[in-house]
């Protein structure tokens, strides 16, 4: 075996807990002024190239981001929504080089707070949830899960899992 094989096997077998220790080396979110973005869908299975839209995906979705805004709420974050004309020409806040930041930090908020669901096939979903210094830009808490089902009970079970056991975990 080569050594930069012997590199890649270690970074694979290392790279998980580095990314566990950069999230628990940051105190959890403080209540505050949060810009709420809302969950990017983004369908990388070909069922989306085939059937198009679903409807039952986007209700639940919509059932998600209130979901996830009433847990903020009450672990006493003020939500706020970004203008329109402000967010028209961004596809993904999670992946805007900052312009979720700016809009936040323009409206006053402390927090930039935004999702993402990636579904590979109708199995497997991948969920994602950002929090953002507004004034800097920098990741305070992010996390993803993997979750399987395409369902209201298996996305609200990776999102619960992912508000307590990431973005607020407290070490």
């Known amino acids: 075996?080569?050594?930069s094989r012997h590199i890649l096997i270690l970074s694979l077998v290392i790279a998980p807990f580095g990314a566990m220790g950069q999230t628990a080396a940051r105190p959890a979110p403080q209540p505050g002024q949060a810009t709420w973005f809302g969950i990017h869908y983004l369908?990388?299975?070909?069922?989306?190239?085939?059937?198009?839209?679903?409807?039952?995906?986007?209700?639940?979705?919509?059932?998600?981001?209130?979901?996830?805004?009433?847990?903020?709420?009450?672990?006493?974050?003020?939500?706020?929504?970004?203008?329109?004309?402000?967010?028209?020409?961004?596809?993904?806040?999670?992946?805007?080089?900052?312009?979720?930041?700016?809009?936040?930090?323009?409206?006053?908020?402390d927090y930039a707070i935004a999702g993402e669901v990636q579904k590979v096939s109708n199995l497997?979903?991948?969920?994602?949830?950002?929090?953002?210094?507004?004034?800097?830009?920098?990741?305070?808490?992010a996390g993803s899960v993997e979750i399987r089902g395409n369902t209201d009970d298996a996305y609200r079970r990776g999102y619960s899992y992912l508000l307590r056991n990431i973005i607020f975990r407290e070490d």
């Open 43 to 109: 369908d990388t299975s070909t069922e989306g190239e085939i059937n198009g839209v679903r409807a039952d995906e986007t209700a639940r979705l919509a059932m998600i981001e209130d979901y996830i805004a009433e847990d903020l709420t009450k672990r006493g974050f003020t939500l706020a929504e970004p203008p329109a004309e402000a967010v028209a020409d961004i596809k993904n806040p999670v992946h805007s080089n900052g312009a979720d930041t700016r809009i936040a930090a323009e409206m006053g908020s």
């Open 124 to 141: 497997i979903q991948s969920v994602n949830l950002y929090v953002r210094d507004a004034e800097s830009g920098q990741t305070l808490r």
């Open 1 to 3: 075996m080569n050594i």
